[in-house]
């Protein structure tokens, strides 16, 4: 991935916060005579130093865990907030008009080695942790338990789990800090604004990226 040094995120713990809040990756593989993309939501886990590990499980029936070549490199890339911005929002438009659009965005990229595992306990620990997480904010949770056994064994015996040790992490936080000081306040009090409401959560989030950096 291409990153100028103003756009690197190198902090470990930053990126793996992008990663919990935006779990569904896209996978990425080297099958037997192409490239394969698959998206699936991971667990992202801080162990083992430095990197962490990803977690996840994909439908027996896709021949990922078949295909994929012992010790080949994956690629797992999360994609945070991301919006448009409009030349509109920087006061250097009005000054000498020599301004274009651009897009901000996070992303991290996760490489490592993918491991597939077929243990039905793993499984079961894996999918409730999973469901838990996700069904925390509601009022009622769901949890794993509440289906009957017969039918959890079912569907775990249709499943396969992997977990990756991730060997590298790159961050890229295009957030507009290639502009000068006033364009980027600019663009805070644009997106603030919600001058898109169709985007108000990444708009919301870019901005306080930005913010943080100004």
Same mark, same amino acid.
């Given at each position: 991935? $291409?990153?100028?040094?103003?756009?690197?995120? @190198?902090?470990?713990?930053?990126? #793996?916060?992008?990663?919990?809040?935006?779990?569904?990756?896209?996978?990425?593989?080297?099958?037997? @005579?192409?490239?394969?993309?698959?998206?699936?939501?991971?667990?992202?886990?801080?162990?083992?130093?430095?990197?962490?590990?990803?977690?996840?499980?994909?439908?027996?029936?896709?021949?990922?865990?078949?295909?994929?070549?012992?010790?080949?490199?994956?690629?797992?890339?999360?994609?945070?907030?991301?919006? $448009?911005?409009?030349? @509109?929002?920087?006061?250097?438009?009005?000054?000498?008009?020599?301004?274009?659009?651009?897009?901000?965005?996070?992303?991290?990229?996760?490489?490592?080695?993918?491991?597939?595992? #077929?243990?039905?306990?793993?499984?079961?620990?894996?999918?409730?942790?999973?469901?838990?997480?996700?069904?925390?904010?509601?009022?009622?949770?769901?949890?794993?338990?509440?289906?009957?056994?017969?039918?959890?064994?079912?569907?775990?015996?249709?499943?396969?789990?992997?977990?990756?040790?991730?060997? @590298?992490?790159?961050?890229?936080?295009?957030?507009? #800090?290639?502009?000068?000081?006033?364009?980027?306040?600019?663009?805070?009090?644009?997106?603030?604004?919600?001058?898109?409401?169709?985007?108000?959560?990444?708009?919301?989030?870019?901005?306080?990226?930005?913010?943080?950096?100004?």
């Amino acid at each position: 991935m $291409y990153t100028p040094a103003q756009f690197e995120e @190198s902090r470990v713990e930053v990126m #793996q916060a992008l990663m919990r809040a935006h779990p569904l990756a896209t996978l990425v593989t080297q099958g037997e @005579s192409a490239l394969v993309a698959d998206h699936i939501p991971v667990e992202t886990a801080a162990a083992p130093a430095p990197w962490g590990t990803l977690r996840g499980h994909i439908a027996r029936a896709n021949p990922l865990w078949r295909t994929c070549r012992d010790g080949a490199q994956s690629l797992a890339i999360f994609q945070g907030p991301q919006i $448009y911005i409009t030349p @509109s929002f920087y006061p250097t438009k009005r000054e000498t008009g020599e301004v274009v659009p651009t897009w901000d965005y996070a992303v991290v990229h996760a490489r490592g080695v993918l491991r597939f595992i #077929q243990d039905a306990v793993w499984l079961h620990a894996l999918v409730s942790r999973l469901t838990d997480a996700h069904e925390a904010p509601r009022a009622a949770p769901w949890k794993v338990g509440d289906a009957p056994p017969a039918y959890i064994d079912k569907m775990l015996a249709a499943i396969v789990g992997f977990e990756m040790t991730i060997e @590298s992490l790159t961050g890229k936080w295009k957030v507009s #800090q290639n502009r000068g000081p006033a364009d980027r306040r600019g663009v805070i009090e644009g997106l603030r604004a919600g001058a898109d409401a169709r985007d108000s959560a990444d708009a919301r989030d870019i901005a306080d990226m930005l913010g943080s950096r100004t």
